[in-house]
């Protein structure tokens, strides 16, 4: 792969919105991303492998829980530099982006948000520390954009509940120490339990085959007659609202990871057209690439206002969640267009993996499935607008 060249495109000017420290964050992420993920991304992910060295320097750098209180563990970061954070990673790869938003939003979250204070102190600094990892286990076999229909159920059997059912598509599921799961209890309410690896009768398998976001681990959970300790249900909230609250924390992350994934793909289209001569000129020169590589910036640059204001919207404690939806959809949408112009902007040479282009582009249509489709987003903002759910 070619050396990392990466200059960050900021038209207008997005560096004054932001503090000393957001810069401070976003640097650092970035500087980590150039050392230590350009080097290895594009063989970790033809060999289809989770590049686990890097879970030591995603920790460092606060990727984990970054807006977790310090007493947890977590950084204690606002939800700004989150965001700039997820940005650096997905600039390198929407698959380690997955790994820490898993970790931070899917299984940290759920914790802080609805655990014990003896469940914040068992797990969360050692999630915080990358000793740990964790995986979020929401989709089933039959059950992917409508959740709530889950069968995954557990019985109380006194001093300990019986969990039973599967979940599939799930992020960090083969190497996870943990898993956050959500399960019916005998009255159809769903709740969330820490499910440990160890436990008689959970597996993990392996989801082989894919094509996108193949240096991210992806398996399935199976409970058959897992014994769940009573102390390892989440008994703050319950409902579905429960696990959508953690994806709404994720969404968020992923409207500026998205970001990080196009300029990428921008910022590598705009250095091949300066470089590459056909006609005996370079192909920037060109009104048809221009126009290509003119509306990638300006893309980006509405994206980025997006997020930054739903940053502020956040901080504030006032974003609702159809606000997060039309992020994360306006913003993988963005980015995955944008890696598919950049990549005809290269020509053949778009498609190997010497440049980030192909793998980014493979990666997004994870990114835009993931989380709520592209099409379940549009229907939040359509119930948001109309008051009527167009669901079903
Ligand atoms: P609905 O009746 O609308 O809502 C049920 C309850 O939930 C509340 N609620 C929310 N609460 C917090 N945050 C949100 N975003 C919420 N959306 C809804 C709602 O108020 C209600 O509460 P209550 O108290 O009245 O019971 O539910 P519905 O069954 O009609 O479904 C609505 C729909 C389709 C929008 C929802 O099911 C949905 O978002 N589906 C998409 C599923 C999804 O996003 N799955 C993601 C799985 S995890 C994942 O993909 C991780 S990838 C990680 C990685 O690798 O990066
Ligand atoms: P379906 O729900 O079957 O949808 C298929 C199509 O139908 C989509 O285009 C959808 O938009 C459309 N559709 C569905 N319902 C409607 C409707 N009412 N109106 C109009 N159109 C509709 N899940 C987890 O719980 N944890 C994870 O860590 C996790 N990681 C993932 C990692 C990867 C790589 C992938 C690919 C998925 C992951 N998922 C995870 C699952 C992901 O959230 C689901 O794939 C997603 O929610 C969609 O569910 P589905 O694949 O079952 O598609």
Redesign the pocket.
């Known amino acids: 792969m070619k050396a990392d060249q990466f200059q960050a495109p900021d038209y207008y000017n997005l560096d004054d919105l932001l503090s000393d420290e957001h810069k401070m964050v976003r640097d650092a992420s970035r500087e980590w991303v150039k050392r230590e993920v350009s080097p290895i991304i594009e063989e970790a992910a033809q060999k289809a492998e989770f590049p686990k060295q890097l879970i030591n320097g995603l920790a460092e750098i606060g990727a984990f829980g970054p807006y977790i209180p310090e007493e947890y563990g977590g950084a204690g970061l606002d939800q700004i530099s989150y965001g700039l954070i997820m940005q650096e990673i997905e600039r390198g790869d929407s698959g380690v982006r997955?790994t820490a938003?898993?970790q931070s939003s899917?299984v940290m979250y759920p914790i802080y948000k609805y655990g014990t204070e003896d469940q914040k102190k068992k797990f969360l600094p050692k999630l915080a520390s990358g000793e740990m990892m964790g995986c979020?286990g929401?989709?089933e076999p039959d059950h992917g954009?409508?959740?709530?229909g889950m069968t995954t159920n557990f019985k109380d059997k006194g001093d300990h509940y019986l969990l039973n059912g599967a979940k599939m598509w799930i992020?960090n599921a083969p190497f996870a120490d943990i898993a956050i799961v959500w399960a019916k209890n005998e009255e159809g309410r769903i709740h969330g339990l820490i499910v440990e690896r160890g436990m008689e009768g959970f597996t993990t398998p392996e989801t082989h085959n894919k094509w996108s976001l193949r240096a991210?681990a992806t398996g399935e959970l199976v409970f058959n007659n897992v014994k769940v300790p009573k102390e390892n249900l989440m008994p703050e909230k319950s409902?579905?609202?429960a696990p959508?609250?953690c994806?709404?924390s994720?969404r968020y992350g992923i409207a500026w990871g998205a970001i990080g994934a196009a300029m990428d793909c921008y910022d590598t289209a705009l250095r091949y057209a300066k470089e590459r001569e056909q006609f005996g000129k370079p192909i920037a020169s060109f009104q048809l690439q221009q126009k290509k590589l003119a509306e990638m910036i300006t893309e980006i640059t509405k994206a980025q206002l997006l997020a930054w204001r739903l940053g502020v919207m956040r901080n504030e404690g006032t974003a609702t969640?159809a606000q997060i939806s039309m992020a994360k959809r306006n913003n993988v949408a963005m980015a995955i267009n944008i890696a598919r112009e950049a990549r005809q902007i290269l020509g053949g040479m778009g498609i190997t993996g010497e440049y980030s282009i192909m793998r980014h582009s493979m990666n997004l249509e994870s990114v835009i499935t993931?989380?709520?489709t592209h099409d379940?987003h549009l229907l939040?903002t359509g119930l948001d607008i109309t008051g009527i759910?167009a669901?079903q």
Do not use: K
Not at 145 to 148: A, E, L, V
């Open positions: 997955s938003s898993v899917l979020f929401l989709t954009s409508n959740p709530g992020s991210s409902g579905l609202g959508l609250g994806l709404d994720a969640s993931y989380e709520g379940i939040i759910p669901f």
